[in-house]
């Protein structure tokens, strides 16, 4: 395995003694629109719940949840997947110590030692010699092919944990842009610093990792936007991140998003959840020749203001009836029981250039968590199936993955130690 020798400079506990922890706040959303509510599932686990901290410019490495799923909307990402390389468990776990020390670097914003000009530097460079908070968060992942054969992991794959389908829209041509072994959900304050971050981690292990698939992401964020409400649009022009819950309501977190002791999960798993990566393309040349009544009768909401249609509000409970063609009413129909399927949708939207026809390749970057896969994004994709909005989409790849705890207090502690060491 590629290590790189030297001190990393000042300590993790004497840089951030005087910098202040980040956490969560209202979070930028995907394409579904939900409300929160109970979930019928039994009671949730709230004795060690993760407590999302005020947002600030340092997102917390050493906690018990992996903290970048709550923390504070990013105006820069990245979301990658990635194979494993190594041969045996002992090697996954050198390796994930590697790649723990980085995520934790880069997180920090400390500085890299300063080597002589005959050496490669130890860091980028992007962010200049003392990087600095820069809200930086990382969120890795196990894939369901992390759980064959290899490593020896097979009887601890949680059931839900499969490859991704392939849904009635999908347009999953070729399987390289989907799946992975590993995901790695890259956010921070500006791309300069998701890219370092990014970097970072692929320098450190080179020839244990390599890239599957990868997408850089944005969002244009109104820090001002009141809470409850949206801070960012789609390039489809909506107002993107509706009825998130709350991830600064840790009764609600635990309800809908961390893994609980009764959900029937392995053991090693429970403070995780469940992640649902989607590449999905967007037609905008096309939709930018619709009508715009017509494209807020498939969104099932007012462009400008968010509200539902006939509300004036973006937080005015939308009002179905009998109609549930729109987006959103498909999305969360708001009937008896349609609560448990709350996700916390967290995306970026992407530019990519041009494809071979000379069109606009742009879309979103959807990422979502959830205490149940089935229960949470499964089903949400299985309503959305056939909705009209489909003509404008075109789904590209993802993958279903699993976050592991976060690696807890102890300087020793890594991501996916629970697993590793079960």
């Not at 997102?59 to 709550?70: E, L, T, Y």
């Not at 494809?355 to 390749?361: A, I, P, T, V």
Request: aromatic fraction near 6%; include cysteine; hydrophobic fraction near 40%.
């Amino acid at each position: 395995m590629t290590t790189d020798a030297g001190d990393r400079g000042t300590s993790r506990r004497s840089f951030l003694a005087g910098t202040a922890l980040a956490g969560a706040g209202v979070l930028v959303a995907g394409c579904s629109d939900t409300d929160d509510g109970a979930d019928g599932r039994g009671p949730a686990d709230t004795t060690a719940a993760a407590q999302p901290l005020p947002a600030a410019d340092v997102v917390p490495f050493r906690v018990d949840r992996q903290a970048g799923v709550i923390a504070a909307a990013s105006a820069g990402g990245v979301a990658a997947a990635l194979d494993v390389r190594v041969a045996d468990r002992a090697a996954l776990i050198d390796l994930m110590k590697v790649v723990s020390t980085e995520i934790e670097i880069v997180m920090d914003g400390r500085a890299y030692e300063r080597r002589a000009g005959g050496f490669p530097p130890l860091d980028t460079g992007i962010l200049g010699p003392v990087p600095g908070p820069t809200g930086t968060s990382v969120i890795v992942g196990f894939g369901p092919s992390l759980f064959d054969p290899r490593f020896g992991l097979s009887d601890l794959r949680p059931d839900e944990l499969v490859a991704m389908p392939r849904f009635v829209n999908d347009y999953l041509v070729d399987d390289a842009r989907s799946h992975g072994d590993l995901s790695l959900v890259v956010q921070a304050d500006t791309q300069d610093a998701a890219n370092h971050a990014l970097r970072q981690v692929l320098r450190r292990t080179r020839g244990d990792l390599s890239v599957r698939w990868l997408r850089e992401g944005f969002n244009t964020l109104d820090r001002a936007a009141p809470r409850g409400t949206a801070q960012a649009r789609n390039l489809m022009g909506f107002k993107d991140g509706t009825a998130n819950p709350d991830t600064s309501d840790a009764a609600a977190m635990d309800r809908h998003v961390w893994i609980q002791p009764a959900d029937g999960q392995p053991e090693w798993a429970i403070g995780g959840t469940f992640q649902a990566v989607r590449v999905i393309r967007m037609m905008v040349e096309f939709w930018d020749r619709t009508r715009l009544n017509e494209q807020e009768s498939l969104i099932g909401r007012h462009r400008d203001s968010g509200a539902p249609l006939g509300a004036e509000r973006e937080t005015d409970a939308p009002m179905f009836d009998d109609d549930l063609t729109s987006h959103i009413a498909r999305a969360n129909p708001r009937t008896p029981g349609s609560e448990r399927n709350l996700i916390l949708r967290r995306p970026f939207s992407y530019v990519g250039g041009l494809d071979e026809n000379s069109q606009l390749d742009q879309g979103l970057i959807f990422t979502c968590y959830q205490r149940s896969l089935e229960a949470g994004f499964i089903t949400v994709q299985k309503r959305l199936d056939g909705e009209a909005l489909e003509e404008y989409i075109r789904p590209l790849g993802g993958g279903f993955f699993v976050v592991p705890p976060g690696p807890g207090s102890s300087d020793d502690g890594y991501l996916g130690q629970s697993l590793l060491e079960a």
